[in-house]
């Protein structure tokens, strides 16, 4: 006997130290980095697999320049094609893509040909190729928007609006710009905080657009009510905010971001750092998320960083999917179209990856491209197998294809079994296959209340069907039963107190 | 023979005792006069009330569907969380009580906890119903949810109300204003007793440092 369990202790110990050898690390995926990360229903941080790994960090030296960017601020992404607005030098860099890892360079723009005085650039912060192959750059020294043909020949130009809407005491100077497909130009102009100016394809001005409503709270109108005069100068005035960037997603929508934004406005949902606007210039973002696109959801003052995340420069893919990027922390944040955050990745550092001081993201395809204006450089990002199984997922359920998503989104959870999305990914599958009680436990899982409330609306429904029998017994147990009874007592008594029984 | 017939008599009494907490809830005036002055309530059934209204608070964690309810529950700590419910009820009777006897209320202290606790009833019945109705509707059938957690929070109050105003012998504007001031009081008692928590870790500490000295010196 005691002999027995002496063996079976030995047993025991073998067989632990036998399974501990075999669990062996997983392969390293980044998450243990902290690198990329997400916010769980609770806003709690949890990192996950990297989304996307750095190919390569490409200054003037890799690219062939002869000097180095100077306070790059502007680039734009054509095809395969990149311009870069070398602001500093007052140049525009044009590289070609000839590999997914390589740049070539294809012409530094400089001058300009044509019937124009100044034929040089002065500070370029923006430029533009719409499909018809034109060249719009902002030249903000020059206080124009000049329009290009291919071969640098001038074609027009677009300048301070002379109509009473805009201030004319101030200069005009352009600062971003997109041209959608007629050829109309939107420009954010600095100290303009009336919206975008709005150009006809004719250079007319048409008027602002997509102003922000001016917001503030009660308590700042009872102040400046009671307020002496002096006071009331004093205190900041209720504008309008102005816009820091652009970009035309492939629906003809414009994204656009500002970085003027107050911790106390983010906190509370008043500040919109990130939207999306229609054609009415009115704010159609969606934030279905459990957090509004604000970037972080919560920013301590540690390292020299102060304040909630800056959106200084914003992309989408053109499957709906877009990118912020935080000027403050150097991240980049990516939502899809609901507005969750799928993942947040990047920093502060010299590490490849890492930033100085961001100004502006492009993509080509799914790649991504940062330039990083204090580092003189551009970092190029590759979706990792994570990444693009999201992107996978997601187009599979936009395209309808729910049973293919739901396998993909499997896929996803076990490449990051902490990633919200990814189960209510496959709850969406299964509910789509009529599987609602599954369906229902993913969802709660991650405290998905809305599409739970669905899939249990339906499972209820079935449940209800199928013990119909079930139902209506306890029915009758409680109801009928009792009154029957009673009517039997009733009719008995009757019986026995009639008179006709009596004798 | 005897004994077995007294307990008999207790638990019958008992019962009759919790009973009478139904009877109370349907009849505050009446039934809070009684429960005292008739002798009619039991501190051990105003115990298993609180006990009940208890497990309601702590089920209701567990239970309640999470489509109304989310818990965090890496924040949760039950022992904690129940030692937050006992104490205010300890500390809203006792500063009841000690502001209402200043001021000509009737009632003692064992009276105060007895009609609070019957006051409470309505909480766990209503909380047990509750949790089981939150796992057979949805997010747009929540209303009804919403409704019947603010009837059980509106009719305890109104009950509580009823119950000091029946113990003290008050009107009812008399009785609003002290439980009003029972709140003050509750939180002056906190705060005495957090300063005098505090005073006796800086008492301790200083001996332990003059403890530490001599023996630094020897």
């Excluded at chain 1, 209800?464 to 029915?475: L, N, S, W």
Aim: proline fraction near 2%; charged fraction near 20%; charge should be negative.
């Amino acid at each position: 006997m005691k002999k027995g369990f002496k063996s079976l202790i030995m047993l025991l110990i073998a067989a632990c130290i036998f399974f501990s050898s075999v669990t062996v690390g997983n392969a390293d995926d980044g998450s243990e980095k902290g690198y990329t990360y997400n916010y769980d229903y609770w806003g709690d941080i949890q990192y996950s697999p990297d989304a996307y790994s750095t190919v390569g960090v490409y200054t003037s030296v890799e690219l062939k320049l002869d000097k180095g960017f100077n306070n790059a601020t502007g680039m734009y992404v054509h095809g395969d094609t990149v311009y870069i607005c070398d602001t500093g030098n007052n140049r525009i860099v044009k590289l070609q893509r000839t590999n997914t890892n390589t740049f070539e360079l294809v012409r530094i723009i400089e001058y300009i040909n044509g019937d124009i005085d100044v034929k040089t650039l002065s500070g370029p912060t923006d430029i533009c190729v719409p499909e018809d192959g034109y060249l719009y750059i902002c030249d903000k020294g020059n206080n124009r928007i000049l329009k290009l043909d291919n071969d640098l020949n001038y074609v027009m130009e677009f300048t301070k609006p002379m109509d009473a809407t805009f201030d004319q005491s101030t200069a005009f100077l352009p600062n971003k710009l997109e041209v959608d497909g007629t050829g109309r130009v939107y420009c954010i102009a600095d100290n303009v905080n009336k919206g975008m100016i709005k150009y006809e394809s004719d250079g007319t001005f048409m008027g602002f657009y997509g102003a922000s409503e001016v917001t503030y709270d009660w308590t700042d109108y009872l102040w400046k009510k009671f307020a002496t005069k002096a006071q009331r100068l004093a205190l900041k005035s209720f504008v309008p905010t102005e816009y820091d960037n652009l970009y035309m997603d492939s629906e003809g929508f414009i994204f656009a971001c500002t970085t003027n934004v107050t911790e106390a406005g983010i906190d509370n949902g008043t500040d919109a750092p990130i939207r999306r606007l229609n054609l009415m210039g009115k704010d159609i973002l969606i934030e279905n998320g459990n957090f509004n696109v604000i970037g972080d959801i919560y920013w301590g003052d540690a390292g020299g960083y102060k304040g909630s995340s800056l959106m200084t420069d914003i992309t989408a893919l053109d499957n709906g999917i877009y990118f912020a990027l935080d000027k403050v922390r150097g991240r980049i944040f990516g939502y899809d179209t609901q507005g969750n955050l799928l993942y947040a990745f990047g920093g502060n550092g010299n590490l490849a990856g890492c930033f100085k001081l961001p100004s502006a993201i492009e993509h080509i395809g799914k790649q991504l491209i940062v330039l990083d204006s204090q580092n003189a450089s551009i970092t190029i990002f590759n979706p990792t197998e994570y990444a693009s199984l999201i992107y996978k997922a997601i187009e599979e359920y936009d395209a309808g294809d729910y049973d293919a998503s739901g396998a993909t989104w499997q896929q996803v959870k076990a490449l990051n079994g902490n990633y919200d999305l990814a189960y209510i990914g496959i709850g969406r599958a299964l509910m789509r296959q009529g599987k609602y009680k599954e369906a229902m436990s993913y969802f709660k899982l991650k405290w998905d209340e809305r599409n739970y409330s669905k899939a249990f609306k339906q499972y209820r429904k079935e449940w209800v069907e199928d013990h119909m029998g079930f139902i209506v017994a306890i029915f009758i147990l409680i109801f009928i039963l009792p009154m029957l009874t009673r009517k039997i007592k009733a009719i008995k008594h009757k019986i026995d107190v009639a008179k006709i029984f009596q004798d | 023979m005897q004994a077995l017939l007294k307990k008999k008599e207790i638990y019958s009494s008992y019962f009759a005792t919790l009973k009478y907490a139904l009877y109370v809830i349907t009849h505050p005036l009446d039934g809070f006069w009684d429960l005292t002055h008739e002798k009619r309530g039991s501190l051990a059934a105003a115990n298993t009330i609180v006990i009940l209204m208890l497990m309601a608070r702590i089920m209701k964690l567990q239970f309640t569907s999470f489509l109304f309810l989310k818990v965090y529950w890496e924040g949760i700590n039950i022992f904690l969380y129940i030692a937050s419910m006992l104490s205010q009820l300890v500390l809203f009777c006792v500063g009841n009580w000690g502001l209402t006897t200043l001021f000509d209320g009737k009632g003692k202290l064992s009276q105060i906890y007895m009609g609070t606790a019957y006051a409470l009833t309505p909480y766990p019945l209503l909380q047990f119903l509750m949790i089981l109705f939150s796992n057979v509707v949805t997010d747009e059938e929540g209303a009804f949810y919403f409704f019947a957690a603010a009837l059980s929070i509106g009719w305890t109050a109104i009950l509580i109300i009823c119950a000091m105003m029946q113990i003290h012998e008050y009107t009812i504007s008399k009785t609003i204003l002290f439980i009003i001031a029972s709140f003050f009081a509750m939180l002056v008692m906190i705060f005495i007793l957090l300063l005098f928590f505090s005073m006796i870790t800086q008492g301790i500490a200083y001996f332990v440092s003059i403890m530490k000295e001599i023996m630094f010196r020897m």
